[in-house]
Antibody, heavy 123, light 106 residues
């Protein structure tokens, strides 16, 4: 059974860089059937798509965050990562990693999610 | 832009719940529905507007195309209390979500 697990610091100072890792178990990240994404949810609010990566390195980002976000993949560790620079209080949220269907072959819905990690931006 | 209505829906146990999602332009049938229970990650319910995801009971059904979509939960159970989100994947990035509908027990 596929499992995703987010890890990283729960507290980041304003203007610094947020770094999270998603470890995938129960299946290879190198499958061509899926992409791998990050979604966040500010406390008490809705879901916001951040970006997606294919194991080959192709990335897609939401335009409003594109200048601050980098998603990368480490196939040897079956992990993918999120870096967000220059964070501020508005970046405080639960960050989820998720598996997404290949948008070129299938339906690109997010069909498997990690439990999420709360990241607070505060000094 | 994806707009969901109502923001909150109160339904009695055993009754039917009907949730709506409207797209600002046609997204054909490129729509998913998710269920998020308190303190949990979202769970995929429906994709391609009307196809149930794996292990989703047939009490959950989706319909619609173009700009108007509906999620119907027949015979509501207490375990269905959650926030429900729609998400389009016609024009991406970004994959935009609706703001959610909170389903409560009456």
């Amino acid at each position: 059974q596929l499992q995703l697990q987010e890890s990283g610091p729960g507290l980041v100072k304003p203007s610094e860089t947020l770094s999270l890792t998603c470890t995938v178990s129960g299946g290879p990240i190198t499958t061509g059937t899926y992409y791998w994404g990050w979604i966040r949810q500010p406390p008490g609010k809705g879901l916001e798509y951040i970006g997606t990566i294919y194991y080959g390195g192709t990335t897609y980002y939401t335009p409003s965050l594109k200048s601050r976000v980098t998603i990368s993949v480490d196939a040897s560790s079956n992990q993918f990562s999120l870096k967000m620079t220059s964070v501020n209080a508005a970046d405080t949220a639960v960050y989820y990693c998720a598996r997404q269907g290949n948008p070129y072959d299938d339906y690109p819905a997010f069909d498997s999610w990690g439990h999420g990690i709360l990241v607070t931006v505060s000094s | 832009v994806m707009t969901q209505s109502p923001a909150t829906l109160s339904v009695s146990p055993g009754e039917r719940a009907t949730l709506s999602c409207r797209a600002s332009q046609s997204i054909h049938n490129y729509l998913a529905w998710y269920q998020q229970k308190p303190g949990q990650a979202p769970r995929l319910l429906i994709y391609d507007a009307s196809t149930r995801a794996t292990n989703i009971p047939d009490r959950f059904s989706g319909s619609g195309s173009g700009t108007e979509f509906t999620l119907t939960i027949s015979s509501l159970q207490s375990g269905d209390l959650a926030v429900y989100y729609c998400q389009q994947y016609r024009d991406w990035p970004p994959y935009t979500f609706g703001q959610g509908t909170r389903l409560e027990l009456k």
